[in-house]
Nanobody, 123 residues
Framework: QVQLVESGGGLVQAGGSLRLSCAASGRAFSWYDLAWFRQAPRKQRELVAVINSGNSTVYPDSEKSRFTISRDNAKNTVYLQMNSLKPEDTAVYFC?????????????????WGQGTQVTVSS
């Protein structure tokens, strides 16, 4: 069982940066594949980035090259560095985890979720 708590969201101007953090409690954090999703109003939840237990990363959308996912297993924390933010990046950002990620982009592939943190980018 893994519990996830996000932090670091807020209001930022377009072109700015934010770093989101997701602190995990529970056992064997380093064994888990972790991801960031986001959900904008009236839109489906979408995968932003994945980092697996071997530190390999996946970014489903080339647009999200502005984002970098990383993890610190000693701190039981996964991060999302977001640069050159745009108003369309406005969403609730969720941290998610699973023991074995099957490689798809579906939220149903992840078993554990945080409560989300709001990111608002003003123009």
């Amino acid at each position: 069982q893994v519990q996830l708590v996000e932090s670091g969201g807020g209001l930022v101007q377009a072109g700015g940066s934010l770093r989101l953090s997701c602190a995990a409690s529970g056992r064997a954090f380093s064994w888990y594949d972790l991801a960031w999703f986001r959900q904008a109003p009236r839109k489906q939840r979408e995968l932003v980035a994945v980092i697996n237990s071997g530190n390999s990363t996946v970014y489903p959308d080339s647009e999200k090259s502005r984002f970098t996912i990383s993890r610190d297993n000693a701190k039981n924390t996964v991060y999302l560095q977001m640069n050159s933010l745009k108003p369309e990046d406005t969403a609730v950002y969720f941290c998610a985890g699973t023991r074995y990620w099957i490689g798809d982009y579906e939220s149903s592939s992840f078993d554990y979720w945080g409560q989300g943190t709001q990111v608002t980018v003003s123009s």
